[in-house]
């Protein structure tokens, strides 16, 4: 039976000494090369950062667990973790990695407009079945990047270092975020099928009788139902439709109530609970902002 043991990593320091690498040149960032680390065990490990970390990884001979699933990593693949998110590592006798690792404190972006436009980034809370697979193209922009960034850190040259290094950071950012678009693009196939079964599941949803007790649907339910992470759900649609997945899950409930205003002689405070909101002057306030009308002036323009 593997024993399985976590480990909860505060500073980058602690990440260095966790590997048994040298100190990092910077108290709050580092890059790693992955080729000069050699993980040794058959346990189970789980690690929690407290810090920002993207890994390039090239090869990989274990399994990553996110969440309840396990995932095989292939060549130029990237992942992204937010502080305080946990993942679990399955090491095999001999597991040797090859690639980059960037970690970065919040501490050390604090001051930068990077800092409020990171959260941006849904990418940061996608599942592990979600990851960025690179291109040979991409994996080598990435790579450039990496390397810029670990000669920066490690020279310290002047004042101007940190804002080359969060320029860097940024600059890397972007391109995960066009990447990911690309990605979107070429497994069209796939987010439309994702689409028309979320399409099924919101159609469903709102042609159930008990909406008065399970209550307006969230985004969390749909991504749950589908396999895959709310932020996933959400750029997918975005990128798909142009809009976000709780503007589709109004525009059904603006649709439901249209035709509960159009055909039958509810009330409106009656729709409102029918639909699932606890109180109708929140009904009220969804239609007005959708439509620029309230309910009953909806109803009353039908006569």
Same mark, same amino acid.
């Given at each position: 039976?593997?024993?399985?043991?976590?480990?909860?990593?505060?500073?980058?320091?602690?990440?260095?000494?966790?590997?048994?690498?040298?100190?990092?040149?910077?108290?709050?960032?580092?890059?790693?090369?992955?080729?000069?680390?050699?993980?040794?065990?058959?346990?189970?490990?789980?690690?929690?950062?407290?810090?920002?970390?993207?890994?390039?990884?090239?090869?990989?001979?274990?399994?990553?667990?996110?969440?309840?699933?396990?995932?095989?990593?292939?060549?130029?693949?990237?992942?992204?973790?937010?502080?305080?998110?946990?993942?679990?590592?399955?090491?095999?006798?001999?597991?040797?990695?090859?690639?980059?690792?960037?970690?970065?404190?919040?501490?050390?972006?604090?001051?930068?407009?990077?800092?409020?436009?990171?959260?941006?980034?849904?990418?940061?809370?996608?599942?592990?079945?979600?990851?960025?697979?690179?291109?040979?193209?991409?994996?080598?922009?990435?790579?450039?990047?990496?390397?810029?960034?670990?000669?920066?850190?490690?020279?310290?040259?002047?004042?101007?270092?940190?804002?080359?290094?969060?320029?860097?950071?940024?600059?890397?950012?972007?391109?995960?975020?066009?990447?990911?678009?690309?990605?979107?693009?070429?497994?069209?196939?796939?987010?439309?099928?994702?689409?028309?079964?979320?399409?099924?599941?919101?159609?469903?949803?709102?042609?159930?009788?008990?909406?008065?007790?399970?209550?307006?649907?969230?985004?969390?339910?749909?991504?749950?139902?589908? %396999?895959?992470?709310?932020?996933?759900?959400?750029?997918?649609? !975005? &990128?798909? +439709?142009? @809009? =976000?997945?709780?503007?589709?899950? #109004?525009?059904?409930?603006?649709?439901?109530?249209?035709?509960?205003?159009?055909?039958?002689?509810?009330?409106?405070?009656?729709?409102?609970?029918?639909?699932? %909101?606890?109180?109708?002057?929140?009904?009220?306030?969804?239609? !007005? &902002?959708? +439509?620029? @009308? =309230?309910?009953?002036?909806?109803? #009353?323009?039908?006569?």
């Amino acid at each position: 039976m593997k024993i399985s043991k976590t480990y909860f990593l505060n500073s980058v320091s602690e990440l260095h000494h966790f590997l048994n690498i040298k100190k990092p040149t910077h108290p709050l960032v580092s890059v790693v090369n992955l080729d000069d680390i050699n993980y040794q065990g058959e346990e189970m490990t789980t690690i929690v950062y407290n810090f920002y970390t993207i890994y390039l990884k090239k090869k990989f001979d274990g399994k990553v667990k996110y969440g309840q699933q396990y995932y095989d990593f292939d060549d130029g693949t990237m992942t992204f973790f937010a502080p305080k998110q946990l993942f679990s590592i399955e090491e095999n006798s001999s597991v040797k990695v090859e690639g980059w690792m960037l970690v970065f404190h919040p501490d050390f972006i604090q001051s930068f407009p990077l800092a409020k436009r990171i959260k941006e980034y849904g990418f940061f809370s996608y599942a592990n079945n979600e990851a960025l697979h690179l291109s040979d193209k991409e994996e080598t922009i990435i790579e450039g990047i990496m390397q810029n960034l670990q000669q920066e850190i490690d020279e310290m040259t002047d004042n101007y270092t940190q804002d080359v290094v969060v320029s860097h950071i940024d600059l890397l950012l972007n391109y995960c975020n066009r990447f990911y678009n690309r990605q979107f693009i070429t497994r069209k196939k796939a987010s439309n099928d994702l689409f028309l079964k979320f399409e099924d599941l919101l159609n469903a949803y709102y042609q159930k009788d008990d909406l008065s007790i399970s209550g307006l649907p969230t985004v969390q339910y749909f991504a749950e139902k589908l %396999f895959v992470s709310s932020h996933y759900l959400n750029d997918m649609l !975005k &990128n798909l +439709t142009g @809009q =976000t997945t709780q503007q589709h899950i #109004q525009n059904q409930l603006l649709e439901k109530a249209k035709e509960l205003l159009s055909t039958t002689e509810l009330s409106v405070s009656e729709i409102a609970y029918h639909l699932g %909101f606890e109180y109708p002057q929140s009904f009220s306030k969804v239609f !007005k &902002n959708k +439509t620029n @009308q =309230t309910p009953l002036e909806f109803r #009353q323009s039908l006569n």
